[in-house]
């Protein structure tokens, strides 16, 4: 697989001058669709601006200066995607990459007690030998846990080194969330109610945020109970 894409052929959610130069960083295969992912190399170089040439990038993050979920990464088309946290230790500096109001994906600096967890969104579900479940999230991880407690659609706050999770935020009524996909991406909203379609079609959900607007059920990623639980860009929420 070649290591790099035409700049007009890279992804919408990408922040990129598309005729500034010819040729990016493709990102590779992992756990987030490169449709929606950011090469950790362009990240580190366009993104974060910790260097000016694609040598200079490989060489910081062959040095191991770069952690994706509390795990280096050397691979410089890893991909990082929605809720990632990226720690650059020599700086003291932690990221969460988050989609903002134009749809692009961007990353938003953070403190360092939230740069020890994670939400992650629950994807499916998977009954294991002695009834244990097999969680599968939205950024490819999995966790083994003992009560079938979940549904697919919540999101959970996970610690990285407790391997454990946190807090629950159900996709309910109420619940503060981050519209993920269609027209309305980036935006933030309260979650009024979900029609169940009774046919092939996606369910739909009813979001109050600065308007009342419908979006399909996937698209809906909560983020709090009542507000939300990570730092985000300065935006005004409608109760």
């Known amino acids: 697989m070649s290591k790099h894409l035409k700049r007009l052929h890279a992804p919408r959610p990408l922040r990129l001058h598309r005729k500034e130069r010819v040729w990016t960083i493709r990102a590779a295969p992992g756990p987030h669709p490169k449709s929606a992912a950011i090469p950790v190399g362009f990240l580190v170089r366009d993104y974060l601006h910790l260097c000016d040439t694609y040598r200079e990038a490989k060489r ?13 990464r050397k691979d410089m088309q890893f991909p990082v995607g929605l809720m990632d946290i990226i720690t650059i230790p020599t700086l003291k500096k932690h990221y969460r990459v988050f989609y903002d109001k134009r749809g692009k994906l ?32 939205h950024d490819g991880a999995t966790m083994i846990v003992g009560k079938d407690t979940y549904q697919s659609g919540d999101v959970v706050k996970v610690h990285f080194e407790k391997k454990k999770i946190d807090t629950v935020y159900p996709r309910e009524k109420g619940t503060i969330s981050l519209i993920i996909g269609g027209s309305h991406i980036g935006e933030l909203a309260t979650l009024e109610s979900v029609e169940q379609i009774k046919s092939s079609k996606p369910n739909v959900a009813t979001m109050k945020g600065d308007h009342s607007f419908i979006t399909l059920q996937d698209y809906v990623f909560p983020i709090g ?5 990570i730092t985000i860009p300065e935006v005004k929420i409608h109760d």
Not at 62 to 71: H, N, Q, R, T, W
């Open 106 to 137: 961007a990353v938003v600096p953070i403190q360092s007690s939230e740069a020890t967890w994670k939400l992650r969104r629950i994807e499916g579900k998977k009954i294991l030998r002695g009834k244990r479940v097999q969680l599968q999230f």
């Open 225 to 229: 109970k009542t507000k939300p639980a």
């Open 60 to 72: 910081l993050i062959s040095s191991g200066e770069v952690l994706i979920d509390g795990i280096v």
